[in-house]
Every structure is written in structure tokens, then in C-alpha cells.
């Protein structure tokens, strides 16, 4: 494998991180891990990369310290490769590559928390059902209920929101879940909702709006890459777009809502969801 060579005292983090994450296989290889697939096999199937290439960037990844190898098996040695805290620090870094090409390669550059219901970003959501939620370092969003109802927002009163189509909402979205939890208590599923934000902020909107359900941050992007889940940016902030999941305890999501034109709509939608899967 070529890689481009930089100077030891080259001032300049681009040069640094090209050197590391600038081979398209090696991104993609790394987009994967951080999306639970950490056996060879399965990343080959995954991405389709032949053997020989696979083993070099892996090996790579390794020596730049991006990935861990964790035996599995001793005879014959099998490995998993797991992101280490310099590969989870690489994350941002995917989920900007994966926002710029859904925003500018895929659409049109407008800032949006929603999606046309035929567009790729509301293919790649929709065909998270059957796909594992992987198990991540800073954030679990699966409940041991029987169901989970996941529902990812952009912010509550982020800077910017009233300029994004389908930014206003965040507050009645949840004040809605709140206020219908117990439904959601009477059929076995739990309500989690995800946001990019931290976690004082979220922990300050859930005291002034009595939320009785956790409210979780994924500042660090790891849920947001693991699923591929659409983002904007606004304010200088990547911010996830309204969704819903709805994920069984083994870690399976069995629903998804997206894209979502009425935040009210979508709770009584995930209640129907919920029902569904429960008969």
C-alpha cells in the first residue's frame, strides 16, 4: 500500500490525519469497524475489499494506533479489530465525510433535519431493520425492555433551529413522549431519546420539563456512525437528524421512522410500531 509521506515536523493536522485515514479503503474499513463489524470475514463481505487489500489496512490501522487486535480464537489465531480511543477520535471525521456527501453530493447543501422520503438518506435509515445496534464505549441507548423506542433529535432550542426545515420541535417532541409514557410502560418498551448535545444541556431540559426517561448525548459521534444516521450541520455543530428506531432487546431494530414532517405524529406513530411488534 502507498501512503503519502509527512514530515515529522510538518505543522499541519491535515497532512498528519491524509497520512493516517487519506486512502478511501482505509475510511471505509474503519466505517465499518466502527459500525460492529470487527471480524476479517465480516468486513470483507461488508465492503467487498479483496483479502490481500483488507490485510493491509487493517495492518495499518493497527500500527497507526487507530485499531486493537483482541484475540477470538487461538488455534488457528482469530482476531477482532475494536476502535481504540484514537480511532474513536477519528469518528468525527467520518460522520463530517458522510454529512458533506449527504448534504452536497446527495442534495443540494441546504441544512435539513428532515429528508425527502425518496432520497438515499431515507433508504440507508430504512434499511437499518435487521441490523444489530453494536455495543459502543460512551453511549447505550438499548434498554433490557423488550422493546426500545429511539428517537434521535437535533437539539432543544439549538442556535439556528427556526432556519432548518424541520428544526423546530424538539421540545414538544419529547414533551409528548413524556407525556404518553405510560403506553409506551403498558406494552413493554422503554423511550430513549438521543441528541448530539451535551449532557448538561440535556440534563437542564429534562429538570424544567419533568422527563422521566434518559436523554442521552452522542457528542462523540459513536452511535451516529455506527448507524450511518443522516446529520446536518448548523452553527458549527453536527446535529442528528429527527428519526425513530424502535430496537428489541437483543439489539435488532425492527422499525424505523424517518423521515419525520410532524414530531406529535411521530409518537403516535412509534406507539402503533410498538403495538404491532408486540401482538
Same mark, same amino acid.
Given at each position: 500500500?502507498?501512503?503519502?509521506?509527512?514530515?515529522?515536523?510538518?505543522?499541519?493536522?491535515?497532512?498528519?490525519?491524509?497520512?493516517?485515514?487519506?486512502?478511501?479503503?482505509?475510511?471505509?474499513?474503519?466505517?465499518?469497524?466502527?459500525?460492529?463489524?470487527?471480524?476479517?470475514?465480516?468486513?470483507?463481505?461488508?465492503?467487498?475489499?479483496?483479502?490481500?487489500?483488507?490485510?493491509?489496512?487493517?495492518?495499518?490501522?493497527?500500527?497507526?494506533?487507530?485499531?486493537?487486535?483482541?484475540?477470538?480464537?487461538?488455534?488457528?489465531?482469530?482476531?477482532?479489530?475494536?476502535?481504540?480511543?484514537?480511532?474513536?477520535?477519528?469518528?468525527?471525521?467520518?460522520?463530517?465525510?458522510?454529512?458533506?456527501?449527504?448534504?452536497?453530493?446527495?442534495?443540494?447543501?441546504?441544512?435539513?433535519?428532515?429528508?425527502?422520503?425518496?432520497?438515499?438518506?431515507?433508504?440507508?435509515? %430504512?434499511?437499518?431493520? /435487521?441490523? !444489530?445496534? &453494536?455495543? #459502543?464505549?460512551?453511549?447505550?441507548?438499548?434498554? =433490557?425492555? @423488550? *422493546?426500545?423506542?429511539?428517537?434521535?433529535?437535533?437539539?432543544?432550542?439549538?442556535?439556528?433551529?427556526?432556519?432548518?426545515?424541520?428544526?423546530?420541535?424538539?421540545?414538544?417532541?419529547?414533551?409528548?413522549?413524556?407525556?404518553?409514557?405510560?403506553?409506551?410502560?403498558?406494552?413493554?418498551?422503554?423511550?430513549?431519546?438521543?441528541?448530539?448535545?451535551?449532557?448538561?444541556?440535556?440534563?437542564?431540559? %429534562?429538570?424544567?420539563? /419533568?422527563? !422521566?426517561? &434518559?436523554? #442521552?448525548?452522542?457528542?462523540?459521534?459513536?452511535? =451516529?456512525? @455506527? *448507524?450511518?444516521?443522516?446529520?446536518?450541520?448548523?452553527?458549527?455543530?453536527?446535529?442528528?437528524?429527527?428519526?425513530?428506531?424502535?430496537?428489541?432487546?437483543?439489539?435488532?431494530?425492527?422499525?424505523?421512522?424517518?423521515?419525520?414532517?410532524?414530531?406529535?405524529?411521530?409518537?403516535?406513530?412509534?406507539?402503533?410500531?410498538?403495538?404491532?411488534?408486540?401482538?
Amino acid at each position: 500500500m502507498v501512503r503519502r509521506a509527512v514530515r515529522p515536523d510538518d505543522p499541519c493536522g491535515i497532512a498528519h490525519a491524509v497520512s493516517v485515514v487519506g486512502d478511501p479503503w482505509t475510511l471505509l474499513v474503519l466505517r465499518d469497524v466502527a459500525g460492529g463489524h470487527t471480524r476479517f470475514e465480516q468486513l470483507r463481505s461488508e465492503s467487498g475489499i479483496s483479502r490481500k487489500v483488507l490485510a493491509q489496512r487493517l495492518e495499518a490501522l493497527v500500527a497507526d494506533g487507530l485499531l486493537e487486535r483482541r484475540e477470538y480464537a487461538a488455534h488457528p489465531p482469530r482476531h477482532d479489530y475494536v476502535l481504540t480511543a484514537r480511532g474513536r477520535g477519528a469518528l468525527p471525521v467520518l460522520a463530517a465525510l458522510q454529512d458533506f456527501g449527504d448534504a452536497w453530493l446527495l442534495g443540494d447543501g441546504t441544512p435539513t433535519a428532515t429528508a425527502d422520503p425518496d432520497s438515499g438518506e431515507a433508504a440507508r435509515v %430504512a434499511a437499518l431493520v /435487521g441490523d !444489530r445496534i &453494536p455495543v #459502543l464505549e460512551g453511549i447505550d441507548p438499548v434498554t =433490557t425492555n @423488550a *422493546l426500545t423506542v429511539l428517537y434521535c433529535y437535533p437539539g432543544n432550542a439549538f442556535p439556528g433551529a427556526d432556519t432548518v426545515p424541520g428544526g423546530v420541535g424538539c421540545t414538544l417532541e419529547s414533551c409528548t413522549y413524556r407525556d404518553r409514557l405510560g403506553e409506551f410502560a403498558d406494552l413493554g418498551a422503554s423511550v430513549v431519546g438521543v441528541s448530539t448535545q451535551r449532557p448538561s444541556e440535556q440534563e437542564a431540559f %429534562a429538570r424544567a420539563n /419533568g422527563i !422521566r426517561f &434518559p436523554l #442521552l448525548s452522542d457528542s462523540g459521534l459513536e452511535l =451516529t456512525t @455506527a *448507524l450511518r444516521l443522516p446529520t446536518f450541520r448548523v452553527g458549527g455543530t453536527t446535529r442528528l437528524r429527527r428519526l425513530t428506531l424502535v430496537v428489541d432487546r437483543d439489539r435488532v431494530v425492527r422499525a424505523t421512522l424517518f423521515p419525520i414532517p410532524d414530531v406529535t405524529g411521530s409518537v403516535e406513530q412509534a406507539l402503533a410500531e410498538v403495538r404491532r411488534l408486540r401482538r
